[in-house]
Every structure is written in structure tokens, then in C-alpha cells.
């Protein structure tokens, strides 16, 4: 059966946190939760634009449970104190929504010396969930949702240079950071089965969607790809949502699982199981790249 948002039992009593959550498709999953009556704490790091999207979806949906907390995943700091306050106000987790990215901008470096799209797509996420698995119920439907994007295949993940110091392809660091997010999600997937936990580990990709992702792309190229007609083969945010929303609230989902849209070039269409590049599933580079997350962010004991 085709997933659908109304097919989704009351979800009342249970809590997520959904990053980057006040644009593009992190609002569109929020405001998908808080339809099946989640509470939803937004984590953003433009605290004026996650009030501006709370309104938003307040206005239309009067009884959403929500709530704003800091975060801005380019500083570590940022994430401990996000944890911080979370746990002072929650004694529990089900969904960990790690959807905040970055694409191709300038060469950066975060507060903690990472290349910008390393940092925030992949490493910040990474500390973000180690710090709150064990707030999370043993059951299958307590989730970690990982998005990753169609251009992991054509990442690697380059031990050698994986701040890209030394050579910087503003494309390339982002397949590699959106490469290192599927692998986490598979690597953490592993760890929770080997610990006999049921929480799932999962992830998502939404195809193509015209949001504020291409911010560093430049206008000429917006242009020509929306002449080329991009438009046509893309979907809107709200139907880019759907692969988190299944990843996250459907009941046929498996650790590991990888969702996306099953139309061309899984660029859109409906929501289901995809494929990942046989480089994602390479289990020696995963836990490589686990134990080098670890080194980063200065996690000692992910709690799996
Ligand atoms: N759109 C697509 O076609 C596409 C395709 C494949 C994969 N994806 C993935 O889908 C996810 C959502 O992308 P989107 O298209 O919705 O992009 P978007 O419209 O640019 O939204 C990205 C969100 O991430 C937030 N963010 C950026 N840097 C952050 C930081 N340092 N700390 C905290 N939050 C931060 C942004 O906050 P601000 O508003 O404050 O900047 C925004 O809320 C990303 O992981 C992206 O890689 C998108």
C-alpha cells in the first residue's frame, strides 16, 4: 500500500527533533509530523526564521505541538548545549530527524577546523545522535533518520584529505559529506543490531527539490537548469519530505533501509525502497569513517 500521511496512526505523546526544520524540507517533515500529533522541536540555527516557520505552521495547524531549540551544527559547542537543553526539559527521544545541510559552498572551515559541508552535513549530525541515543525507547519505532542525497554515488570518502585541505572540489566534499551520512546510518544500523537494541537506524533521500539548498549556486546556473527543465523531473518540498516521513513513521522499515522517490532517476515519484552505491556499503570504510568521526568530535562511548 502506497505510504500516506493519513494512514498514520495518532503519534500524540511521542517527540521528535527534525533539524534544519524552518525551510525547504526539513519544515515539510516537521509539518508532516505534527500532523499525526508528534511534538516537534526545531532545531535551527536562525532562531528568527524557525519563529517565521513555527508561525507559519501554526496558522495552519492551531494544535501543533511545537517547540524551537538552538542548534547550529558548524560548531560543536552549539550541538553539547542543544543536548543541554533538551535533556532538561525531555526525558525522552523517538524520532532524531538529522536533516540540516549544506551544498557546495565557498571553501570553509566550521568552529572546529572541518571543511563547511563535512562539519555540518555529516560530523555535527554524528556527535547530535551520539549524545542522544540513550534517550531513545528499545522499540522499532524509536528512529534515527539520516538524509543523504542520489550524488553519494559519486562520493568517496577520502581518508587521506577528508577536510580537503589540500584539494577542494565544492561538489566533490559534498557527495563525500552526503556519502558519510548513509554510511553512518548503515554503520550505526549495524551497532544497534550487534547491541540487540531495536531502535532503528535509517535514511532517507528526497530526490530534487527547488529550495534553498542551490543558495551557492550561481544565478546563471539556477537559470540554466530551471530552462533545461529540471522543473519537470523534480518535486516539490513537500513531496521531497515524503521518503523521511516513510523512513520515520512507516511500519515496513528495517535498519539500514534507504528511501527515496521511485521515479526518474529517483529525482521524484512516490516514496519507497531504493538502492545505495556499492561504495556505501563497504563495511571496512564505514567503521574507518565511524572511528574517525569519533576521533573529530571527541565522542568516547557512543552509547551502542
Ligand atoms: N533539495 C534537494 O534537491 C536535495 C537533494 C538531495 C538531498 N537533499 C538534502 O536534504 C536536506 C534538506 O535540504 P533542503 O533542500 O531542504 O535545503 P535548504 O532549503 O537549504 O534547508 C537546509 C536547512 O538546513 C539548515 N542548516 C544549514 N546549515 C546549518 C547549520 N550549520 N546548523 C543548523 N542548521 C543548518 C538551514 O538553516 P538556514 O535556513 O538557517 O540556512 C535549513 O534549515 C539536506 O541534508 C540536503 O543535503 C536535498
Redo the contacts with the bound molecule.
Sequence with gaps: MAFNLDSVPSQKGRVAIA????????YETALGLVQTGMKVIM????LD?AKQAKKTILDQLPDADLDIIE????RLSSVRAFVDTYRQQFSRLDLLIN?????IPPYTKTEDGFESQMG??HL?HFLLTALLLDLMPDTAEARVVA?????HKMGTINFDDLQSERKYSRFGAYAQS?LACLMFANELSRKLVAADRKTLSVCA?????D???S?HMSTTTVKFLKMTGLALI?HS?AN?ALPTLYAALAPDVSGGDYFGPKGFLEMSGKPGKVSQSTSALNWDVAQQLWDASEDLTGVTNFCV
Design positions: 533539524t534544519g526544520a524552518n525551510t525547504g524540507i526539513g532545531a535551527c540555527r536562525n526564521k542548534l547550529d551544527l558548524s536533516n540540516a545541510g549544506i551544498m555540518v552535513n555535527g538524509l543523504s542525497s542520489n550524488a552526503k533521500h528526497p530526490g530534487g527539490s529550495t534553498e539548498l543558495r523534480t518540498p521531497a
